[in-house]
C-alpha cells in the first residue's frame, strides 16, 4: 500500500472506531466525536477558545441534521484541518528558507 492509501485506511479506521461505540455503528455521536478529537487530535482541541468546540464542529457539518457525522459529513472536518496545517506548514518553511 503507498503512503497516501494508508493514510486514507487510517482515516477511515479510526472514524468508525469511534463510531462504533455508540448506538448508530455508522456515525459519530457528539460523545464520540469528542472522544475522536481528544484522543487523536488533542493539539486541535487545546487550541480552542470556546468550550462548545465540539458542538460547533457537529452543528456546521451535519449536513442532514441528525445530530451525528457519518463519513461523508466527517472527511470536511478532516480536511479543512488538513488545508489548516499546510498553510501553517508552508509559511513555517517559506520563513525558513529567507533566513
Do not use: W
Amino acid at each position: 500500500m503507498t503512503e497516501l492509501e494508508k493514510s486514507m485506511e487510517s482515516l477511515i479506521t479510526v472514524f468508525h472506531r469511534y463510531a462504533k461505540e455508540g448506538g448508530n455503528k455508522t456515525t459519530l455521536s457528539k460523545k464520540e466525536l469528542k472522544k475522536l478529537i481528544e484522543s487523536e487530535l488533542p493539539n486541535f482541541l487545546k487550541a480552542q477558545k470556546n468550550p462548545d468546540t465540539v458542538a460547533c464542529i457537529i452543528k456546521d457539518l451535519d449536513q442532514n441534521k441528525d445530530d451525528e457525522l457519518d463519513f461523508e459529513e466527517f472527511v470536511p472536518f478532516v480536511a479543512g484541518l488538513t488545508i489548516a496545517c499546510e498553510k501553517h506548514y508552508a509559511l513555517h518553511h517559506e520563513k525558513k528558507g529567507k533566513k
